[in-house]
Every structure is written in structure tokens, then in C-alpha cells.
């Protein structure tokens, strides 16, 4: 006798709050077999079989009654045909079902397991462009197009393309660059974290990149953009007009310059976190982006710019930051275009021009390693043979 059922978190592995697995049971010969639907609610959500209490229930439970009948009838076949119930080969069979797409059914899948990846939004803004990557492209539509083949055309084709801009950044004229290895590496490292959950829950029987190890890398970037000290002094001097948003600005650039805080760890400043210890505040914490722990001590410039804004740091979109950041740079004189994770770059140069040890300015900035910041080092290494030129100009229109 076969019996399908639609259970939730059958493993009971769900935290209370948080969103949970819906799978059908598949009970015959006296064994249950489990398959992924694809559907997460939390437990709230879920009564009787059923999604409940949802804007889109209706959407949700239809999917699923498509996946319970393809299901009961893939065990059907197997089991008039004599053959052992495969519940690897059921989930390949049945994923398909599960909403059935137009077009580019990979770009539709990864999109609709975008809110069920437990994500920050900035870490999803890493995952979105994909998707019109892989539209741009063209020639990964279907899951059976997922073929190492293919992705090494993805990659060739990425390394022709130009970095998209958002709409603050085309006001402000930046021009359109070529992907560099980074960008290209980003996009894959997120479509082989989409590939491996598809291979999780059935959809391919292998991703291809297990087999491409070490085949696309970040690269390294050495040219890192930074305020030298006189550029550093003359966007501190600046004053903005009093209440504006151009002020705001201006103040996080020299709070982040002087704490090596990313956008993400500034914006969730919290003073709380701090304690005063012979004078100064510190804290030990954990990056937004990498979960990180990094070293913290609030310099007096930073401590003037809380002590402006009772001691919070007011909220502001990230493409506007950094579209006053462009306008703030050109009013100070400075040439190159600022951006917000620049001022982060400033405060490691300049702490290793002071003398600070690449050692702990590693566990300041919160890196997973040292060669993250070993690039640094080679910035003002370079900036010291840079001097050594100059010296010898001076020498050589002396003699």
C-alpha cells in the first residue's frame, strides 16, 4: 500500500520563528521515504497538510498538490514495475513539476529560492545579478544546459562584459569598466552556491563546478584607492552646508576613516557595543558580511562624529551616500571618484604608514586571513619606492 503525505520539518529542526521545510512523506512496504517540495513556511503557516495564513497560499498549495501527484504516481510506476523505490530519481522527475516556467526555467528557479536563502539584503544584492547575467547570456536556460561546457562559456563571456552601474553612479558620470577577475569570480562563487542547493533538492544530478576546482579565481588586486594623508586632511576640512544630507555624508566618510568600518558594520553601530577602558571605547565584534570578529577602539575623529549625532549613526542609502561621496570628493579637490568602502581602504593605509603591524591590522579590519591585507602593504611599499624616486629626481636636477 503507498501513502503520500505533505509534512512540515519532518526532523523537527525549525527554530520557532524561523521558516521550515515542507516535504511529502512517502510511506510503502513499510518504509518512508522523504522529498523536498522546495516550500518553506514557518510552522505558523502550516496546518493540516496545507499553507495557511499567506498572501500566497493558494500559489503555494497548488504547487505542492502538483508535486504529490507526480510523486504518487513516479512511486506507482516503480512499484508495478518491480523496481526499488528511488527517492533520488523521484526528486529529479518531480522538481520540474513543481511551477512549471517560461523561458529560462534555471533564472526562474534561483529567483524563486531568493527569499528562502535566510540572507541579508546585501548579501543577496550579490545573487540578483546573476540572474540578468544568466538572461544576458543565454545559453544556460534549462537544467540540462548546466554542463561544465556551458560554464566555461559563462566565463568567457562574463570577462567581455562591462560592470553595471545603479542609478546614482550614471548621475554621477562614472564611466563603465570591464569585469575584472573579482567581479567574474563573484558571479560564480554565487551561481555555484544556487547549483549546489539545486543539487540538494533534486534538480540536477551534478553540479558542474566539483569538477572545476581552482579554475576560476578571484585574482588578486593590488591597486587599491585610498586618501593619502594631505587628501585625507583636506576632505576633513571641508564643510558642507549645515542639515543636509551632503553633510551626513561627509561626517560617515570620517567616521569610517578613522574606524575601517564597511558600510554594513557602520550603518549597525550600535554604542552599546563599546566599553570604556583607560579612556577609550572598544569592543570586540563580528563583521555583517563575513560574520568575522574584528578588533575595534574609537579614535578621537570618530568619537566626534557620535558625539555630533548622539553618539548613533544616522541611517542613509547606500547609493546615496555614495553619490554625495562623488560630489564631496570633487568639491575637496580630490580627483579620484570616493566611494564608501574607500574611506575602509584609507584607514589601513594609513594605519600602516603609522606603524601599525600588518598582524593587528588584519584583526582590526576583520579579515579571514592575512593575505587580505597584505595587499595593503603593498600599496605603501609602492608609495615609499614612489618617494625614493622623488628623492633621486631631486638629487639628479641638483648635481
Known sequence: MIRTQIVFDYRGRTKKGNEGPI????????????????VRVRRSE??????INRCNSDELNEQLQVILRKITAEVTSMLNAGDEIDAAEIKRRVWSAAKPVQGNEVV???????????????????????????????????????????????????????????????????????????????YHKTFKAMLNRALRLGMISENPYSRLRGQF???????????????????????????????????????????????SDMQNFNMKDYRKVDGT???????????????????????????????????????????????????????????????????????????????????MLGHTNITQTQRYAKVVAQSVHEDFDLLAKSLTSNQ
Open 108 to 186: 526562474a528557479w534561483i529567483e524563486s529560492q531568493l527569499p528562502y536563502l535566510g540572507l541579508r539584503e546585501g548579501t543577496l544584492k550579490h545573487y540578483r545579478p546573476l540572474l540578468s547575467r544568466l538572461e544576458d547570456f543565454g545559453e544556460i536556460r534549462a537544467w540540462r544546459d548546466v554542463t561544465m561546457e556551458n560554464i566555461y562559456k559563462f566565463d568567457a563571456w562574463l570577462r567581455e562584459q562591462q560592470c553595471k552601474l545603479n542609478v546614482a553612479q550614471i548621475k554621477a558620470g562614472v564611466k563603465p569598466r570591464a569585469l575584472g577577475d573579482a567581479g567574474v569570480y563573484n
Open 217 to 263: 579565481r578571484r585574482g588578486e588586486r593590488d591597486e587599491v584607492d585610498y586618501l593619502t594623508e594631505d587628501e585625507m586632511i583636506a576632505f576633513q576640512k571641508f564643510c558642507p552646508m549645515a542639515g543636509t544630507q551632503m553633510e551626513l555624508a561627509h561626517d560617515l566618510f570620517v567616521f569610517q576613516m578613522y574606524t575601517g568600518l564597511g558600510f
Open 281 to 363: 571605547w572598544r569592543n570586540n565584534g563580528q563583521r555583517i558580511k563575513t560574520g568575522v570578529s574584528y578588533v575595534s577602539q574609537l579614535l578621537p575623529p570618530a568619537v566626534a562624529v557620535l558625539e555630533k549625532y548622539g553618539r548613533k549613526i544616522p541611517a542613509i542609502d547606500n547609493a546615496d551616500y555614495n553619490h554625495c561621496l562623488k560630489i564631496l570628493g570633487a568639491a575637496c579637490g580630490i580627483e579620484k571618484p570616493l566611494h564608501s568602502h574607500m574611506a575602509r581602504h584609507t584607514f589601513a593605509t594609513y594605519a600602516l604608514r603609522k606603524g601599525v603591524k600588518i598582524e593587528n591590522l588584519s584583526r
Open 23 to 38: 516535504e511529502v512523506r512517502v510511506s510503502a512496504n513499510g518504509k518512508h521515504y522523504y522529498i523536498p517540495t522546495g
Open 46 to 51: 502550516f496546518a493540516f497538510g496545507a499553507v
